[in-house]
């Protein structure tokens, strides 16, 4: 197959740089629900690659089932391929206008499949193009000459949103760089140096309440001493009978002191278990894997023994619990025995406090030690966590349903200050995406590892907006830095989107009118490719020229991308063409003229423009130029 993309010269008839036109295509309109009219528009000015622009809900659910059939048997009738774009207002990760929530994620999931689904309509490989956040800020980037300071990090965070992971309402705060005058000695806080203490502080004054509790419990101990001392005399002569009423005054209050303080120790224990209990449980669930296994390597004989005892009065608790619940139960009618049985409870169930006192102590010893759990983390970091999940799981549903037709699952950057909007955040989203979907290919499949992971870089990949990524030059980045983070991503690569902007805005401009670094990010995307580079479609989402010009700029990117006017390299090209008079843009043609079909009545005059006939105000993919 001939190279679809060059910079190389072999002969006198070829360009620098162009791009075939098979591979350029083009957007539907994302204002109406009529999708067919909208893609027979498309294909019958020659684009044989539509993307379906559905990027709103409402909008997506307005398509009726029966019209994605109709496209997908148009996609077959004219060797193009359509594919879809869902709603761009998803979040993969499960963020929202609240904030975000596993009850969201699972939305999401299952809002994917709903899509997957319609896209499996369009026929086998259909791309589904998701965008990675939904809005959702993680870093406010800026480039090292931008800073113009000695000692900041190259490309150093200027802010950087973490969200706590333990916290039910996972709050988003942001973390800025600062330098602060010390006594003697200045010190730079990154971003992420203030995230890394911010979890240090926290799991220490968690660790220090702890401690707390126990220091308050010793002073009631001491108290509670004091009263025992006066209460044992007292208690001995009211045995004997020979207590004053004073004295027995005195006995009641002591009593009720000792109620009170030993009520007051129960509540202080039970902060504390509970307390130990959620320690651990962010030490498991959050704690980095290389600080765990440095934790249990040096006390894992404490650990376990204090696992293993809390465990063990776990179950006699538990079992002590259903046996009270059988008595009430079952005994209502035989009070004495019921009250027997729940004294003889009672001393089962001191058998049980004693050793929980010796664990509780033991278990202050080992959370000591225990290194402080990742708790806040950045949303960069907790959006790839998220969305490999719901993709993951999307992409075992569409393989489980579809098979080998499953449609392929491509994850948008968006733009570079939200989550996952650089490349190599990205890539890594992507990464563990396929590591997951893999895993549960092999464990509920049972595929085998390299199989699943065929499988998996099959169906899941990233599509990549040269347009979105030029945001970075309104953080001080060049071209040059642009084009290398599509050298970052081009690995995983499924779908491309062209647009043009000036890197401030997303304006969608027809390529060649902004400033974006298109040729030399596709440059990078094709090198990282190689073969594969000539299977993705380049999707040119020119909306802006559209909707401000009211005219496709169809032209416009054919030019711009030097495109020949044939199948064949050899020219001519659309560039030197595009504005000249000749009888080949008249008609059918001198090859094929109007007269013959007249006199034999084979023409396309007459045929309904879905199936190539005459389009008014544009040319038919079977009259005019050729355009495959």
């Not at 209990?277 to 934790?295: I, N, P, T, W």
């Not at 893999?438 to 509920?444: G, Y």
């Not at 647009?499 to 027809?510: K, M, R």
């Not at 504005?579 to 094929?592: H, L, P, V």
Request: aromatic content about 10%; charged content about 30%; proline content about 4%.
């Amino acid at each position: 197959m001939s190279d679809i993309f060059t910079n190389e010269y072999r002969n006198n008839n070829e360009r620098e740089f162009y791009v075939n036109q098979r591979l350029l295509g083009a957007t539907t309109s994302p204002q109406t629900a009529n999708q067919i009219q909208e893609a027979s528009s498309r294909l019958n000015s020659g684009v044989s690659r539509v993307e379906l622009e559905l990027i709103s809900p409402e909008l997506f659910d307005s398509v009726p089932k029966e019209h994605f059939d109709e496209l997908g048997r148009m996609a077959k009738l004219t060797g193009a391929k359509i594919n879809v774009h869902a709603p761009a207002q998803m979040d993969l990760a499960g963020f929202g206008k609240e904030g975000w929530s596993e009850g969201k994620r699972k939305e999401v999931e299952e809002s994917m499949k709903h899509m997957i689904d319609n896209g499996a309509r369009l026929g086998p490989g259909t791309v589904v193009n998701f965008h990675s956040s939904g809005g959702i800020p993680a870093f406010e980037w800026q480039a090292e000459k931008a800073l113009g300071e000695e000692g900041i990090p190259k490309e150093g965070k200027r802010k950087m949103f973490v969200i706590d992971q333990a916290d039910p309402r996972h709050q988003i705060m942001p973390l800025e760089y600062e330098e602060k005058d010390y006594f003697g000695h200045k010190k730079i806080w990154t971003p992420e140096a203030r995230r890394e203490n911010i979890n240090e502080t926290t799991w220490h004054q968690e660790r220090l309440q702890l401690f707390n509790y126990e220091k308050e419990k010793a002073e009631i101990g001491e108290r509670l001493g004091m009263v025992d001392s006066q209460l044992a005399p007292l208690m001995a002569g009211k045995e004997k009978g020979v207590l004053t009423n004073d004295e027995l005054k005195r006995l009641s209050s002591l009593e009720n002191q000792k109620s009170v303080m030993m009520g007051h120790i129960n509540e202080l224990n039970s902060h504390m278990d509970t307390q130990l209990d959620d320690l651990h449980d962010k030490f498991s669930r959050y704690g980095v894997k290389d600080e765990k296994d440095a934790f249990l390597k040096r006390y894992g004989k404490d650990y376990r023994e204090v696992f293993d005892l809390s465990k063990e009065i776990h179950d006699k608790r538990e079992e002590y619990g259903n046996k009270v619940k059988y008595i009430s139960d079952n005994y209502g009618k035989y009070p004495e025995k019921a009250k027997s049985e729940f004294e003889r409870l009672q001393e089962e169930y001191k058998k049980i406090i004693e050793p929980k006192e010796e664990l509780r102590s033991q278990l202050l010893n080992v959370v000591e030690k225990m290194p402080a759990p990742e708790r806040f983390v950045s949303t960069d970091d907790f959006a790839k966590d998220k969305l490999s999940e719901t993709v993951a799981n999307s992409a075992f549903y569409a393989y489980n349903k579809h098979k080998n037709d499953a449609p392929i699952i491509a994850v948008e950057n968006v733009f570079p200050d939200w989550t996952l909007g650089r490349a190599d955040s990205l890539r890594d989203a992507v990464e563990k995406s396929r590591e997951k979907f893999a895993k549960q290919l092999v464990e509920k499949k049972g595929m085998s590892e390299k199989k699943a992971e065929e499988v998996s870089k099959q169906l899941i990949g990233a599509t990549w907006d040269v347009g979105h990524i030029t945001q970075l030059r309104k953080f001080g980045y060049s071209d040059k830095q642009i084009a290398e983070e599509a050298e970052k991503i081009a690995p995983v690569v499924k779908h491309i989107h062209v647009t043009d902007n000036f890197g401030f805005s997303d304006s969608h401009l027809a390529p060649g009118q902004g400033t974006v670094p298109i040729k030399e990010q596709l440059e990078k995307l094709k090198k990282g490719l190689g073969k594969e580079y000539e299977k993705v479609a380049h999707i040119i989402e020119s909306g802006g020229f559209a909707s401000q010009f009211k005219t496709s700029p169809r032209m416009q990117e054919l030019q711009y991308f030097n495109s020949p006017l044939y199948e064949h390299e050899a020219g001519p090209y659309w560039k030197n063409l595009a504005y000249t008079q000749a009888e080949y843009s008249m008609g059918y043609g001198i090859m094929f003229p109007e007269k013959h079909f007249e006199m034999y009545g084979s023409g396309f005059s007459n045929l309904p423009q879905e199936l190539g006939g005459q389009v008014t105000g544009d040319k038919s993919r079977f009259s005019g130029a050729p355009n495959q």
